[in-house]
């Protein structure tokens, strides 16, 4: 069974860092790009970037500096890193599997919930 | 960046209604726009990806189109399991844009 199995709920104070990961299985991970998206609560799906097979990432214009995306193709795994955190990083992302002959996003992790609150 | 504006923002339908929502792009694009349905607490689900190619699993229920910079999505009887919001999303220049979605309600 295809799936991305992201990490757990996390609750984090200004000034502090995530790091999130979402682990693929029943397919080969190391042929796919993976996207990052955000949803602030009750709001739409906002695109971050994407991290390609090889590691090249690529970030949308509002999510350089303080966000990073990695991956260990050894265990399967990418991962996105928030630092600095801000309550307006209060959100829920999710990790997807990019399929490049169309452009858009088969399968998707189930999200992690980030609370930003001191 | 290219922008992608739905209408309408939300629709009120009864089951078995037929509803289309549309999602046009600021400049022309090419048709690399999918749609997607999220229900509340769940990630979202693809529908159509290619302006009109149906997702793996989706009911024929579900139709997409593009006309020049216009995209519909199209649910020819909806069911109740179909109350959702939905997304269009598309690729331009290497960057992902969603609009800003469509909550579709149970009159």
């Known amino acids: 069974q295809m799936q991305l199995v992201q990490s757990g709920s996390e609750v984090k104070k200004p000034g502090a860092s995530v790091k999130i990961s979402c682990k693929g299985s029943?397919?080969?991970?190391?042929?796919?790009?993976i996207n990052w998206v955000r949803q602030a609560p009750g709001q739409g799906l906002e695109w971050m970037g994407w991290?390609?097979?090889?590691?090249?990432?690529t970030y949308s214009q509002a999510f350089t500096g303080r966000f990073v995306f990695s991956l260990d193709p050894s265990v399967n795994t990418a991962y996105l890193q928030i630092t600095s955190l801000e309550a307006a990083d209060t959100a829920v992302y999710f990790c997807?599997?990019?399929?490049?002959?169309?452009?858009?996003?088969?399968?998707w992790g189930r999200g992690t919930t980030v609370t930003v609150s001191s | 960046a290219i922008q992608l504006t739905q209408s309408p923002s939300s629709l009120s339908a009864s089951v078995g209604d037929r509803v289309t929502i549309t999602c046009r792009a600021s400049?022309?694009?090419?048709?690399?726009l999918s749609w997607y349905q999220q229900k509340p607490g769940q990630p979202p689900k693809l529908l159509i990806y290619?302006?009109?190619n149906l997702g793996h699993g989706v009911p024929s229920r579900f139709s997409g189109r593009a006309s020049g910079t216009d995209f519909t999505l199209t649910i020819s009887s909806l069911q109740p399991e179909d109350f959702a919001t939905y997304y269009c999303?598309?690729?331009?220049?290497?960057?992902?844009?969603f609009g800003q979605g469509t909550k579709l309600e149970i009159k």
């Open positions: 999303q598309q690729l331009k220049d290497l960057v992902y844009t």
């Open positions: 991290i390609t097979h090889t590691g090249k990432a």
């Open positions: 400049q022309g694009i090419n048709s690399l």
């Open positions: 997807a599997r990019d399929i490049r002959s169309y452009y858009y996003m088969d399968m």
């Open positions: 029943g397919y080969s991970f190391n042929s796919y790009s």
């Open positions: 290619g302006a009109s």
